[in-house]
């Protein structure tokens, strides 16, 4: 199979995508903040959900790299492997529902359902070279990773201000087109790179999101 080419304004979309992310520095994951609350927090309890947020945002990209693999290149294992990747979906809501509910958690299911259809979207349009219909639906994907952003912010306004978690969620965005665009063009070694870049930050996102978790539910993560 040969190397998949985009067409001159889809790969100059793309090549900005990838300009524009820069690179991610790796940060130490970090603990509850001290001084948000006077509970003591459980190292025990703690540490089940970093661990468990962890494993649900790298069971996230893991899958995300595998299906765009997949699809890029046509295999008998895309939908198989598209179907794991929607559970995903299902798992990070099902994990927020003890602390914002089932309404929300169904709620953030749903947009990240949509995510994933809207980025197999954009794969089938830059594997045709679609311009037009690339650059629509990678607006809708933008589009939906601010309702994404809104919906947490509303329920963690202070652990999750909007201003600060919209960037970091668009970054998810920035860093995973990267990662799409160096592997439908064949160039293998910022693919390697980009993915690593994409691990990177997802962690910091998982942090950030069980770090909120925690200094708005404290009595929940107490001895």
């Known amino acids: ?10 790969g100059l979309v793309l090549a900005l995508a990838t300009a524009a992310c820069g690179p991610v520095t790796s940060q130490p994951s970090s603990s509850p903040a001290k001084g948000a609350t006077t509970t003591q927090i459980s190292s025990t309890k703690y540490a089940a959900l970093h661990d468990g947020m962890r ?11 595998l299906y765009i693999v997949s699809a890029a290149a046509g295999l008998p294992d895309t ?8 559970q995903n979906q299902t798992d990070i809501g099902n994990a927020v529902k003890p602390y914002y509910g089932d309404g ?14 809207i980025a197999g979207d954009i794969i089938v349009a830059a594997k045709g070279g679609d311009a037009a219909k690339f650059e629509a639906a990678n607006k809708k994907w933008y589009a939906n990773m601010d ?13 999750w201000p909007l201003a600060q978690l919209q960037p970091m969620m668009r970054m998810h ?14 160039d293998w070694a910022a693919d390697v790179s980009a993915y690593d870049q994409v691990h990177t930050h997802i962690l910091q996102l998982a942090d950030q999101l069980t770090n909120g978790i925690v200094a708005q ?3 929940k993560f107490s001895d």
């Open 1 to 10: 199979m040969g190397v998949l080419r985009f067409g001159s304004t889809l």
């Open 55 to 65: 494993k649900l945002w790298e069971d996230h990209i893991t899958w995300t790299r």
């Open 79 to 86: 939908t198989a492997t598209a179907t794991r990747l929607l």
């Open 104 to 117: 929300a958690g169904t709620a953030l299911t749903a947009l990240l359902k949509d995510h994933i259809g």
């Open 147 to 159: 309702d994404i952003s809104a919906l947490l912010s509303s329920a963690n306004p202070k652990s």
């Open 173 to 186: 965005l920035d860093l995973t087109l990267a990662e799409a665009s160096a592997r439908l063009h064949g």
């Open 217 to 219: 539910f404290p009595q």
